[in-house]
């Protein structure tokens, strides 16, 4: 079955550092999304992604983050300097342009800020 | 705006049925889904609704009532592994985003 995969599965980083993560949606996907979840919190939107551009974007996205799709399978999420808040899970995914319109998740990125 | 509400936690007996309900009120909505999530791991579909009645699953089920702002998940011969967090989320805007409620722990006994 088709999966969204993402790297790595966990970073540790000190607080200031910028970090990188990134997704490869599945492949017949058109729309793309960040999500967050802090430890015993829910999951958080953070961003969709559209056409090579933001379609939508949360609060808790600032000037911190960007987004950017590289190149055809690639979807990146970057943070600048991060926070200790930043701490957090997080989940990319994808969905197609039909049907149920059902996002399906990777397995996520666990970042630790220090 | 739009508020999501659901159990923090419920137990059920190996074998039973269990039924999770959520209420919810959005000013715009595409859509209900329905996600398990294990500790540590990534949320994953169970079922949604667009229109209200009962979609089956096999052993899932999801019911809606746009009117009344409400949706249960029920599931039935629960097993050890049905021992999770189900997510009850809304879909809004042009872009379908999901905005999720805080979940219901459910843990499953023997």
């Known amino acids: 079955e088709p999966e969204v995969t993402q790297t790595p599965s966990h970073q540790v980083t000190q607080m200031g550092q910028e970090v990188i993560l990134r997704c490869v949606p599945i492949s017949n996907h058109l729309y793309f999304y960040w999500y967050r979840q802090i430890l015993g919190q829910k999951v958080e939107f953070l961003v969709s992604?559209?056409?090579?551009?933001?379609?939508?974007k949360s609060e808790i996205f600032d000037d911190q983050f960007s987004v950017e799709r590289p190149d055809g399978s690639n979807f990146t999420l970057k943070i600048r300097s991060t926070k200790l808040e930043d701490s957090a899970m997080y989940f990319c995914a994808s969905r197609q342009n039909s049907g149920a319109n059902v996002l399906t998740f990777g397995a996520g990125s666990r970042l630790t800020v220090l | 705006g739009q508020n999501i509400d659901q159990p923090t936690e419920m137990t059920a007996t190996e074998g039973a049925i269990v039924q999770i309900n959520c209420t919810y009120q959005?000013?715009?909505?595409?859509?209900l889904f329905w996600y398990q999530q294990h500790a540590g791991e990534a949320p994953t579909f169970l079922s949604y609704?667009?229109?209200?009645g009962l979609e089956e699953k096999g052993r899932f089920s999801s019911f809606l009532s746009r009117s009344k702002g409400y949706s249960y998940l029920l599931l039935k011969e629960l097993q050890m592994k049905d021992s999770a967090s189900y997510l009850c989320?809304?879909?809004?805007?042009?872009?379908?985003?999901?905005?999720f409620g805080a979940g219901t722990r459910l843990a499953v006994h023997p």
């Open positions: 959005t000013s715009g909505f595409n859509g």
């Open positions: 989320a809304l879909a809004r805007g042009g872009y379908n985003k999901l905005i």
């Open positions: 992604f559209y056409n090579n551009e933001i379609s939508e």
């Open positions: 609704n667009v229109l209200d």
